[in-house]
Every structure is written in structure tokens, then in C-alpha cells.
């Protein structure tokens, strides 16, 4: 009867703070995504249409909130190297052991 209930998994002080790592560095990289993303709708705002000299387009951006929002997931497409792979597959293992 006494282990009949539900068993707990044992963690080390170790697994613990990798998880808080991998917490905190996927809150610096959304961050830095949000901070991108705003600088470049205050850019396309006051700047975007006067570029165009250099680098001309066919079809210009309507709104910059649409801007920083398509520019605020290409931010995190490139800055996901910031994250290790190793700790993207120990916290699915922790997860799925759990």
C-alpha cells in the first residue's frame, strides 16, 4: 500500500538549474525579439519609404505594426541558434519522463 501512490521523479540540483537556464534564455531570446521587432516599426514608420532609393521594392509594407510583427518571428528564427540543442532535448527528455 505504501507505494501504491503516484512515484516522484528525482531531480538532481543540476537538472534544476538547467531548467531555469533554458527558462531564462528562452526569455532573453523573446525579449530580444520584442526589442527587435519595436526598432524596426519605429524604423519602417519614419524611414522605411525614404530606403527605397537604395533598395527599391514592388510592393512596400502597409502598416509597421505588420512589419514588426512578421520581423518579430524572423528574429526568432535567426536568433534560435542562441539556444543550445542539447538543452532543447534534455528538457523534451525531462518532460516526457516526467
Request: glycine content about 8%; some cysteine; proline content about 2%.
Amino acid at each position: 500500500m505504501q507505494n501504491s501512490g503516484r512515484t516522484k521523479f528525482k531531480r538532481t540540483s543540476i537538472d534544476r538549474l538547467m531548467n531555469t537556464l533554458v527558462l531564462w534564455i528562452f526569455g532573453f531570446l523573446i525579449c530580444m525579439g520584442i526589442i527587435l521587432a519595436i526598432g524596426n516599426s519605429i524604423w519602417e514608420y519614419e524611414v522605411g519609404d525614404l530606403f527605397q532609393i537604395y533598395h527599391p521594392w514592388d510592393q512596400g509594407v502597409d502598416s509597421a505594426f505588420l512589419s514588426g510583427f512578421l520581423s518579430f518571428w524572423s528574429y526568432i528564427i535567426i536568433l534560435n541558434t542562441v539556444v543550445p540543442i542539447s538543452l532543447y532535448v534534455r528538457l523534451a527528455a525531462q518532460q516526457y519522463w516526467a
